[in-house]
């Protein structure tokens, strides 16, 4: 035990004359620890934002409706309207009719002239 | 390292440099560069690497600034951390290799005689020696607590491991460094009495 004690004691005493001679830090090394630390200094430093690139217009309409998906969609969307419109399927109302309008002969004006009959009246 | 430093934190350095400033560069530099190297020395036996982990460990302060949030850690622990890491990803690598014992030079001290300057030269070379026959994690422990003189809570925090870890660490440690050194007593100019 009482080995084991001085030895013990011998070893704290070791230990104190180690930390008494702590070992110098190398003039080289520091000077390199600091030409990183000014390397990272430049790196970190803020940078000024840059004016985002201008863009065409259609593409800034294309990302204010949401992007070609949505582009993609609105055409779908305007192809079939006017195909309704166009042609409505037999189970939909005549818009046409709707607004008042008859598909009648006698909207058609002159129908029943010919073009003698116009160039005789002018002749008279 | 100015008077004024002295008195401001590591933590409050780090931002300092963080936001430009050179001069707080200088200043953690000198502050704390001694403290790595010296633990890097006890724990690689290597002067060199010891130079590698300091300056690659001081490099990752400086990257890491930019992120650093004072009050949440101490910067001296957390450099401590990756200090070590280092030493054990180096000694990984390095299993196998030559590894130098006796690369721990001792400065020449005026006040004492050749042969007493030799003897403890004798003795710190001994120690360094029996320090690398302990395995890796108590050889960290032991540099830690009674070269670094940290408490045994930071050791945990930088270890990683409970507080109870590292006092059973440190015990296995000083007791395994006591049986080597016995062996050496007589030649390292202990007596018996």
Known sequence: ?124 | MSRAAEEVSDDALLVLYANGDGRAAADLTARLSPRVFGVAMRVMGNRAEAEDVTQEAMLRLWKMAPEWRPGEAQVSTWLYRVAMNLCIDRKRRARGGHVELDAVPEPPDPARSAAEAMQEGARQDALQSALMQLPERQRQAVVLRHLEELSNPEIAGIMDISVEAVESLTARGKRALAAVLAGRREELGYSDG
């Open chain 1, 1 to 124: 035990m009482a080995e084991t004690d001085k030895a013990l004691q011998e070893l704290e005493d070791l230990f104190a004359a180690a930390r008494a001679e702590r070992p110098a830090v190398p003039d080289r090394l520091t000077a390199a620890i600091l030409e990183d630390a000014a390397r990272e200094r430049l790196r970190a430093e803020p940078v000024a934002p840059r004016r985002p690139a201008r863009r065409p217009l259609w593409r800034q309409l294309a990302e204010a409706v949401g992007g070609w998906p949505a582009m993609g969609g609105l055409a779908a969307a305007s192809a079939a309207g006017l195909w309704i419109g166009l042609a409505p399927p037999s189970f939909v109302p005549d818009p046409v009719a709707l607004a008042g309008y008859e598909d009648s002969s006698t909207a058609v004006p002159y129908e029943n002239y010919d073009m003698a009959v116009m160039l005789s009246e002018d002749l008279q």
